[in-house]
C-alpha cells in the first residue's frame, strides 16, 4: 500500500479561482474532473453543497482509488432560495438590484475522499455578505468591470467587491470558493501533497 504522502493529490474542480487557492497551501495537486448531475433539490437546501461536494469527489475517487481527491460546490441562500450563475447580463443585473442593502449567505461544502484508505470527510462552511444599496448605475459600472456569467450571484468579492459589497463575516477564501481553515489542518494530519507550509 502507497504511504500516506506519496499520494497523488486531485482537485475534482476546473475552477481557476479555486486552483488560485488551493496554490495558497503550498501543496503539489493535478486538477482532475468528472463532469456530474448536480443536485438541486434538497429538503435544507443548506446541504446541497456538501452533496455535490461529495457527488463531483466521488465520481474522480472511485476511477482513482489510491489518490486524494478534493471536491468543493459553493452556493448562495438569499431569503431561503438557492441562487445559482445568471443566465445573461439582465438577470446578472437583476440580481445585484435584489442583493441591494441585503446579506445573504455563501456556503461552500468540500469532500476529501480517498477509498484505498476508506477516508470520507465532508463539511461544510458558511460566510455572510452585505451588500451597500446599490443603484442601477453601480450596478452597470460593476458589470462593466467583472466578467459574472460564470459566477453564482453575478460577483466575486475579489474583483472590485468595494463597488458593491458592504461588510462579510466568516472566511474570505470560502466567499471566493473554498474555504481553507479546515483544509489545511485535514493537508497536515493526512500529509496530502508533500505539503510545504
Not at 25 to 36: H, R, S
Not at 50 to 64: E, G
Not at 90 to 113: N, P, R, Y
Request: charged share 25%; net charge negative.
Amino acid at each position: 500500500m502507497t504511504a500516506m504522502s506519496d499520494r497523488q493529490f486531485l482537485l475534482a474542480s476546473g475552477s481557476p479561482r479555486r486552483k488560485e487557492l488551493l496554490q495558497k497551501c503550498g501543496v503539489d495537486f493535478t486538477v482532475e474532473t468528472i463532469p456530474v448531475k448536480e443536485l438541486s433539490e434538497a429538503e435544507d437546501i443548506r446541504t446541497l453543497p456538501q452533496q455535490n461536494a461529495l457527488l463531483k469527489a466521488s465520481a474522480v475517487a472511485d476511477t482513482r482509488r489510491g489518490c486524494w481527491v478534493l471536491g468543493a460546490d459553493t452556493m448562495i441562500v438569499f431569503e431561503n432560495r438557492a441562487i445559482g450563475k445568471p443566465a445573461d447580463p439582465a438577470d446578472a443585473a437583476g440580481m445585484l438590484a435584489e442583493f441591494s442593502g441585503k446579506t445573504h449567505e455563501v456556503i461552500t461544502g468540500m469532500a476529501l475522499i480517498c477509498r484505498e484508505l476508506e477516508v470520507c470527510k465532508v463539511w461544510s462552511e458558511c460566510s455572510t455578505v452585505k451588500f451597500k444599496e446599490l443603484t442601477p448605475q453601480i450596478i452597470a459600472g460593476y458589470l462593466a468591470e467583472v466578467e459574472v456569467l460564470d459566477k453564482a450571484g453575478a460577483y466575486a468579492i475579489q474583483e472590485h467587491g468595494e463597488m458593491i459589497v458592504e461588510s462579510f463575516s466568516g472566511e474570505l477564501e470560502n466567499i471566493v470558493g473554498m474555504p481553507l481553515k479546515k483544509l489545511r489542518s485535514l493537508l497536515t494530519e493526512f500529509a496530502i501533497g508533500g505539503k510545504l507550509y
